[in-house]
C-alpha cells in the first residue's frame, strides 16, 4: 500500500510533467512554424503552393459559397422580422452586411475550413508520417518541413481570407434575394444603407484582419498536428478530431479577443 | 580512395523509454565493401540504420561516416550528406502522391538540373535493373509488396550515391527476384565502389554476398568477421544464429517476466488488471 504522501506527491509529480509536457508541444509547434514557414520557395516552391492551393482553397470553394449563402438568407430573414416591427426594415442591408463582415464570414468560414481543409492536412500529413515517407523523403536529402509543409501552411495562409471575402459578398446577396426580392424591402434602400454605414477599413478591413489570423492559427494547427501525431491509425484519427477541436475552439476564442479589441474600444 | 572506414560507431547507447537497444555498440564499416548487420527481430537493427542516418539521435556514443560526426552536423550539412547516401527502408516508404516513375525521378529532379530525356533514361535504367520497367506508370497502391520495395530499391540507387543502406532487402521477393537483387546489390558494389550495409535475416543471400559481418544481440555486438570465420565461430550464440537453430543462448523472446508468472500472478499490467 503507498501511504497517503507518497500518493498526493506523485499527483503532484504527474501534474508538473503534464506542464511540463504543454510547454514542450508549445515550444515543439513553435519552432516547426518558424523553421517550415520562414522559408523562401524556389520554383518548385511555387508549383508546390499552386497544387495545394487547389486542394486547400479551391476544393473548400464551394462549401463555403453555399454556407454564405444560407446564412445571408436567414440573416435577411430573421431581421427583416426584428426591423419591420420598428418600421426600419430599411436598414437590413446595413444588419447584414455588417454581421457577415464583422463576425460571420469570419467566423463561419474559418470553422468550415478547419472541418474541410484542416482535418484533411492533418491526415494526409499523419499517412505520410505513418508509412515513413517524411523520413524517406529526409533520408533522400529533401527537408520535408520545406517540400510538404510549407506549401501546406502558405496555401491554408492564402485562401482563407479569399474563402471568407467570398462568404461576404456571396451572404450579402443572399440577404438581398430574401429581403429584396422576397420580402419587399426597396432595393435602394437595401444598397444606399449598406454603403452609407459600412466603413471600409474598420468593418471590411478588421473582417479580413480576423480572417488572416485565423487562417495562420487554423492551418498551423492542422499541419501540426499531421506532423507531430503518433504514427499509427488510431494517431491519426485522434490528432484529426483534435484539429477540428483546437481550432474550432481557438477561432470562437480569438475572435472574442479580436472583437474586443477592434471594435470594444479596449 | 582511401583506406579509412567509410562508417566508424564509437560506443553507442540508445534508449527508448526505459528499454536500452543499445548498450555500448562499436562498428567499423569498410569503404566499398558490403557490410552485413545481422541479429534477432527486434535486436534494434532497423534503429541503427535510423542512427547512422541521423534520424534518431544516440544517448551516447558518436557514428562518424567520412569523419563526419552525423549527430553534429548543423540541418543543412546532414542533408547534403545524405545526398551522398541511399537508404531501402524496411516497408519502401513509397511517396504516394507520385507514380513509380516520378518516385524514382524525386532524387534526380530535386538534387540535379538533368534534363528530361536524361531523367527519362537514368529513371528507365534503374528501373529496368529491378525489372520493373514496364510498371513505370503505376501509382504505389497498385503494387505488391515486394514490387514496392524494388521500386524503393530504384529511388535509393537514383542518384548512385556512396553509400546504400538496405534495410530487408530481400524480404517478400520470390526465389528469381531474390536472386536478381542478390546480384545487383553485389553489382553496384562492384562496379560503383558503393559502400554497402545490409540489414537481413537471409543469412544464406547474406552471407553469399558479404565481404563482412556484424552480429548484434542483446544491444551489444556478439561476434564480427568474414562469413569464413563466423561459420566456424565456436561461441555458441553465432553458431546457433548463424545455423538458425530455435534453441541456445540467443533469447527468441522479447524480455519478459517468467512466464508462468503472467499467467498465474498478478504482475502484468494490462488494461482490465
Ligand atoms: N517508434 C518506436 N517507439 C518505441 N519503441 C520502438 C520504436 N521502434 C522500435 N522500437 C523498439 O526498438 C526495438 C528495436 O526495433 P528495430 O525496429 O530496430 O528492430 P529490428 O532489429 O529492425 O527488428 P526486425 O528485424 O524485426 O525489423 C524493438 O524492441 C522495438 O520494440
Ligand atoms: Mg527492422
Known amino acids: 500500500m503507498q501511504s497517503k504522501f507518497s500518493s498526493s506527491s506523485a499527483r503532484i509529480t504527474r501534474l508538473g510533467r503534464r506542464g511540463c509536457d504543454l510547454i514542450e508541444a508549445w515550444g515543439r509547434a513553435g519552432v516547426f512554424l518558424a523553421q517550415s514557414a520562414v522559408s523562401v520557395p524556389s520554383r518548385e ?77 492533418t491526415a494526409e500529413i499523419g499517412l505520410m508520417k505513418a508509412t515513413e515517407q517524411l523520413t524517406s523523403m529526409e533520408m533522400i536529402g529533401v527537408d520535408p518541413l520545406r517540400r510538404v509543409v510549407a506549401p501546406r501552411l502558405w496555401a491554408g495562409f492564402v485562401s482563407l481570407p479569399i474563402l471568407t471575402i467570398g462568404f461576404g459578398v456571396v451572404g450579402i446577396w443572399g440577404g438581398y434575394l430574401v429581403g429584396v426580392e422576397w420580402l419587399g424591402v426597396f432595393e435602394g ?14 468593418d471590411i478591413g478588421n473582417g479580413v484582419i480576423k ?24 494517431g491519426i484519427s485522434r490528432a484529426t478530431t483534435r484539429t477540428v477541436v483546437y481550432s474550432s475552439l481557438a477561432v470562437l476564442g480569438l475572435d472574442f479577443v479580436l472583437t474586443a479589441v477592434m471594435f470594444g474600444g479596449l | 580512395m582511401t583506406d579509412a572506414p567509410f562508417i566508424e560507431i564509437e560506443e553507442l547507447y540508445f534508449s527508448r523509454g526505459d528499454y536500452e537497444i543499445f548498450r555500448g555498440v562499436n562498428m567499423t564499416i569498410p569503404r566499398g565493401k558490403v557490410t552485413a548487420i545481422m541479429g534477432p527481430s527486434g535486436s534494434g537493427k532497423t534503429t541503427l540504420l535510423k542512427l547512422i542516418g541521423g534520424q534518431l539521435t544516440p544517448d551516447r556514443g558518436r557514428v ?14 546532414l542533408f547534403s550528406l545524405r545526398k551522398r547516401m541511399g537508404m531501402l527502408f524496411q516497408s519502401g516508404a513509397l511517396f504516394s502522391d507520385l507514380d513509380v516513375f516520378e518516385n524514382v525521378a524525386f532524387p534526380l529532379r530535386v538534387h540535379t538540373d538533368l534534363p528530361d530525356t536524361m531523367v527519362r533514361d537514368l529513371v528507365l535504367l534503374k528501373l529496368q535493373a529491378v525489372g520493373l520497367r514496364g510498371a ?3 501509382t504505389p497502391a497498385e503494387l505488391s509488396g515486394g ?20 534495410d530487408e532487402p530481400f524480404v517478400g521477393q520470390d526465389p528469381i527476384s531474390m536472386g536478381v537483387l542478390v546480384q545487383l546489390i553485389k553489382r553496384l558494389n562492384q562496379a ?11 543469412i544464406k543471400e547474406t552471407l553469399s554476398i558479404a565481404d563482412y559481418l556484424y552480429l548484434i544481440s542483446d544491444g551489444q555486438v556478439i561476434a564480427h568477421g568474414t562469413p569464413q570465420t563466423l561459420d566456424t565461430n565456436q561461441d555458441p550464440r553465432v553458431s546457433q544464429f548463424i545455423h ?22 498478478d504482475t502484468m499490467t494490462t488494461k482490465a488488471g
Open chain 1, 189 to 202: 434602400s437595401y444598397w444606399s444603407n449598406m454603403q452609407a454605414n459600412v466603413n471600409f477599413i474598420s
Open chain 1, 45 to 121: 516552391g511555387w508549383r508546390l503552393w499552386l497544387h495545394q492551393m487547389h486542394f486547400v482553397g479551391v476544393l473548400s470553394l464551394a462549401i463555403v459559397l453555399v454556407s454564405g449563402l444560407f446564412i445571408g438568407m436567414v440573416l435577411a430573414l430573421q431581421g427583416y422580422t426584428i426591423l419591420v416591427d420598428f418600421g426600419a426594415e430599411q436598414a437590413l442591408g446595413q444588419m447584414v452586411a455588417l454581421s457577415l463582415l464583422r463576425e460571420l464570414a469570419p467566423v463561419v468560414a474559418a470553422l468550415l475550413f478547419a472541418g474541410r481543409a484542416g482535418s484533411a492536412l
Open chain 2, 192 to 202: 560503383l565502389q558503393l559502400t554497402s550495409v545490409v540489414v537481413s535475416h537471409d
Open chain 2, 136 to 138: 513505370y506508370r503505376l
Open chain 2, 64 to 77: 562518424l561516416i567520412d569523419g563526419q560526426d552525423v549527430h553534429r552536423l548543423s540541418r543543412k550539412a
Open chain 2, 244 to 265: 538458425g537453430e530455435p534453441d541456445g543462448p540467443v533469447p527468441f523472446h522479447y524480455p519478459a517476466d517468467a512466464f508462468y508468472r503472467d499467467i498465474l500472478g
Open chain 1, 211 to 234: 480572417s488572416m489570423v485565423f487562417a495562420v492559427v487554423v492551418t498551423w494547427i492542422a499541419v501540426f498536428q499531421g506532423y507531430d501525431l503518433v504514427p499509427t491509425s488510431e
Open chain 2, 147 to 166: 514490387m514496392a520495395r524494388r521500386v524503393a530499391l530504384a529511388r535509393a540507387v537514383a542518384l548512385d550515391p556512396e553509400l546504400i543502406l538496405y
